[in-house]
Structures are given as C-alpha cells and as structure tokens.
C-alpha cells in the first residue's frame, strides 16, 4: 500500500516536473513569435518608414484594399431619411453605400451657422451601441433608438454638434461579418473610413481637420481609424488604451484576427497615429480587470517614444480622469477645441478673464 502510494507520488511529481520543463520553452518561443514589428527608438526618417512598413503590414493581415482610387469609384448614392432642425444645428439620418453592394446608416450633423468651413468629428460607439450612442435624446428624438447604457458617452456627439463641428456616426458594434471573405474588424474599420470619405464630401467640413473619438470598442476603433487613415488630425481613444496580453483574459475576443499579435501590440498601433494629435483616456475606477490606469500608463510610456522621435512629444497624452469606464467630456472638448478649432478654449478663457 505504502510503496504504491509512493508509486504514484513519484509519478505525479515525474509528470509535474515534465509538463514545466515541457511549457517553459513552449511558452519563450510564443513570445518571441510576437510583435516582430515592434517599435523602438529610431532616427525621424526610419520612425515614418516604420510607420508605412506597419500600416501596410496591418492592411494586409485586414485583408483590406484602402486605395483611394478603390474607394472612390464607390459612389455613395445617399439618400436621406430624415431631418430635423434642432436650432444651432440639423441632424439628418442618411443611408450611403459603403462597398458596392453594402449600404449603412449614418448620423449627421452640420452646424446652422455660417463660419465654415468647419471641423469634422466621427463618433465611435461601443459594445451594444448603435448609431444614435453618442448623443443625447434631445438630439436624436425621432431618429431612432437610445439606450440607456448610453449614458457612459456623456451625448459627446451632442455637445460637439452644438460647438460648432460636423459629426457623422455609423453603429460598428456588430459581430456578424457582413461580407464573404472579409474580416469583422476590417469590415468596422472600412465603415468609419467611408464615414471621412462622406466628411469630405459635405461643403461645411474642413477636411484638414477631421477628428475621431470614441469609447470601449469605439475607442479601439478610434484608434485604428487615427492610425490606419491619414486624414484623421486628431484622435481621442477613451476607455481602451493597454495591452494585448490584458486583453486576452475578460474581454470579448473581437479585437483579435490571425497575424495581429504576431506582429504588434496597441502601443505599436497608436504610435501610427503620431505626430498626429492624440489623447488617450482612461478612468480611476476602472478596476484592474478592465482598462487599468496603471497598464495604460505603461502602455503610453511606449507611445511616447514614436511622437519624441517625431519632434512633438506635446502632442500625445493621457488624460487620467476621476471616472470609471466613460468619456470624459471636457477632456474631449478641451482636446478637439486645442488641435481643431485653432486653440479657441485659449481664446474663451482669455475672453473671460478680461471681462472680469
Ligand atoms: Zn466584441
């Protein structure tokens, strides 16, 4: 009885001792299978070469074609289905096509006064959202649906509308892939693409100053909108910044295609953004399960790295605020008002203050 238990104890223990030092080189050699392409510091010319070499890398691992000229030939065919006068802006629901054979709704608004052309801003939903997600009731009242989850956007698109920007927003929440061959993240991507290319297309919009934000799952599309599409000057991605490996455990897996890890990790991602505006967002109280203040400070410190090398490392931060998994209003607005309405918070302060 003894000896056979001790049979069985050294058996146990041969298999432990076997399956560690079976796992250990397994695991070293996924790792340095991961992120090849991983930025370090560079000279400025090699960082932008970096930069190209990824954003075709990650194209490629998309399955996505974004030649303009592909894009172009496209021709929107839109056709509104409603509009309504809300006084300092009208918001109109529209139907385009985004490929040749798909269409989708957008949300736009264009502001009633006459200082255009004007800023643009794409508002990016998350999880369960749906194209009316970013703004307020006021504003969609008998556009469509709200939900009451959507008050962690804090109706950004709202306040932006009323502001003085243009504001387009399509639902990319879905996670049925609409076409064959195509990816799910691609297809959300080309959806947010196709809402600048109908930016551009509106007289009001100042297509050099065109913005995108979002949050959560609209957050991570705004990052992939700022760093994949040139035309973005600006790009607030709130409640998503920090780590492929965090990612893997409690999250819906829908950020994850095959290639993406192999190569990159979300810094490397949006550090394609720079030296363009960024501002990533994160909350106090989202606690360590989820989007971390401590994990994104450590992501960010790797950001920063690429907009140093660019000559402009004022133009990235994170804006750490005392909430949980939401937009951070003001820091949004201070944020678009600085990089594309020429720094007009300086001036209204300045106005306040030699009023008094
Ligand atoms: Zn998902």
């Known amino acids: 009885m003894v000896n056979h238990r001790r049979i069985i104890m050294v058996t146990v223990f041969a298999f432990l001792s076997n399956s560690v030092l079976l796992s250990a080189p397994k695991q070293d050699h996924t790792i340095a299978r991961q992120r090849s392409m991983r930025y370090t510091s560079r000279p400025k010319a090699d960082t932008k070469a970096w930069q190209e070499d990824v954003r075709a890398k990650l ?15 496209i021709p929107f065919s839109a056709k509104e289905i409603s509009r309504a006068d809300r006084g300092i802006y009208n918001i109109m629901e529209v139907e385009i ?5 798909r269409r989708i709704r957008v949300v736009v608004t264009i502001p009633n006064s006459k200082d255009k052309p004007v800023p ?72 947010l693409i196709r809402c600048v290319d109908y930016l551009q297309s509106i007289p009001e919009v100042d297509d050099r100053r065109i913005g995108c934000a979002g949050l959560s799952l609209g957050g991570e599309m705004a990052m992939w909108l700022g760093a994949m599409d040139e035309r973005i000057a600006a790009t607030v991605s709130a409640g998503f910044l920090t780590t492929m490996d965090h990612m893997e455990q409690n999250h819906c897996m829908c950020w994850k295609f095959e290639g993406l890890r192999e190569q990159v990790d979300f810094a490397d991602i949006y550090s394609l953004i720079a030296p363009r505006p960024l501002q990533c967002q994160n909350g106090m109280l989202e606690p360590a399960s989820q989007f971390y203040v401590p994990l994104a400070r450590r992501a960010m410190e790797e950001v920063r790295v690429t907009y140093k090398d660019l000559d402009r490392p004022e133009n990235v931060v994170l804006d750490v605020h005392e909430g949980g998994h939401v937009i951070d209003l003001p820091g949004l607005i201070y944020f678009f008002d600085k990089h594309l309405y020429e720094n007009r918070w300086k001036q209204k302060i300045y106005d306040k203050r030699t009023k008094r």
């Open 59 to 73: 194209y490629q691992l998309l399955k996505m074609d974004n030649s303009p000229q592909g894009r172009s030939s």
């Open 97 to 101: 096509n985004s490929t040749s054979s």
């Open 120 to 191: 643009a801003v794409v508002c990016i939903g998350g999880h369960g959202s749906n194209l009316y997600s970013p703004y307020d009731p006021k504003t969609i009242a008998g556009q469509g649906p709200r939900k009451t989850s959507d008050s962690i956007y804090k109706g950004f698109g709202t306040v932006l509308a009323e502001t003085g920007y243009v504001t387009i927003s399509t639902t990319v929440s879905q996670h049925k892939v609409y076409e064959k061959g195509r990816l799910l993240m691609a297809e959300r991507l080309w959806d």
